[in-house]
């Protein structure tokens, strides 16, 4: 990028009133091309539109469309192929375009700017962006989705152990654990198709705050850039960000989930779980210590929600206190929507990855499933069901059934009938039928339990939505 190359002279676009040209620090400070050049396919479909509707209203000459026109796809091949200079004297995008259009076209260059302001023509290439990154978080949670539908079903009928406090608490199936993150990651999907429908209103034709006076037609443009309608009120059109901030809170919950599932991924791979390997693909060694593999990609995922709930801060911070319409503290608002983006796209491609990979380790599942008296709860719900006792008692009565298993280092199944009818004469051979973790996980088959009936039942219903790529 040349620096300060209009150092000396006024800028073309706007100096008309200025008799040199700004400090250093101040073109610095004001440039935004360094990160909005991201915008310029937006930026160039947005003039299009708007050049065509200006021709279709009589606004201008269908002959200067056709050069404006001519003169964007030229451009647009220009940065495609590197060729095109950007100019950091030029501020952003949208005037290095127009530059570049006017050593093109000539004067005629500047009748695309005709009922149109940087301002809407900013809110316009952002809320394009924003709605292409939508469109492409919602296929990676679709493959997410669907990578975790596949592990369910594999895994139906494994057992492992579930977790409160991280204590075992209950035998679960390792499909009904994967069906968990399926309810999650569907809810971040939900809430990326609300954003979208909410974001689809084009700004373009607020101009600069107030509307314009030319007959431009908003719901041509709209329509031809793909948006339901056209926004309704001029000074909300131009200082709207809520579709950058609802992108980011949408990022910030999804990269919470994914931090989540990292953390468990992590732990799961340790030696002492060792529930599942995380093939090599998604995982590193250590250059001192041979024996280790590590789970860098999920640590990773887990950190890249740093950076996304600081994009989130970040906007929100750079929003509050704004007075309509627009300010130019607005132009802080796309490096952190860009690099949450990035960093959400890796994380849910990474973990999709991850998922579809992993090894999972059934065997050890099984064993931790049945230690740490996982199935108290079966006894308990025994006692109340088979010899009438109020749940209380029961609890009471397996709570010394748990502690007497402990003193004599065993497990449930394991201890003597004859010591359990100690504890509670009603208790018959029929015991040992519930004291299994295959029993207890068969038996919770409650609307939404862990039953592997209900998770063959649950990925149907999933298997019958038509985004999900089997
Ligand atoms: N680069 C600016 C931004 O990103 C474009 C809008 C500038 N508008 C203005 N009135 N100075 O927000």
Redesign the pocket.
Known sequence: MSENENNKSSNKMWGGRFGSGPDAIMEEINA?IGF?KKLYAQDIEGSMAHAQMLADNGIISAEDRDKITHGLNTISSEIESGQFEFSRAL??I?MNIEARLRELIGPTAGRLHTARS??DQ?ALDFRLWVKAELGKTAKLLEQLISAFVKRAEEHADTVMPGFTHLQTAQPVTFGHHCLAYVEMFYRDLSRVLDCIDRLDECPLGAAALAGTGFPIDRHQTAKALGFREPTRNSLDSVSDRDFAMEYLSLATICATHLSRLAEEIVIWSTPQFNFVKLSDSFSTGSSIMPQKKNPDAAELVRAKTGRINGAMVGLLTVMKGLPLA?S?D??ED?EQVFDAANSLELALAAMAGMVADMHVNKDAMQKAAGSGFSTATDLADWLVREAGLPFRDAHHATGAAVALAEKQNIELHEIKLSELQEINSAITEDIYSVLTVQASVASRKSFGGTAPDNVREQIKYWKSKSWLSN
Do not use: C
């Open positions: 935004s909005d501020e952003d949208h940087r301002n900013v627009y130019k607005m132009q796309k």
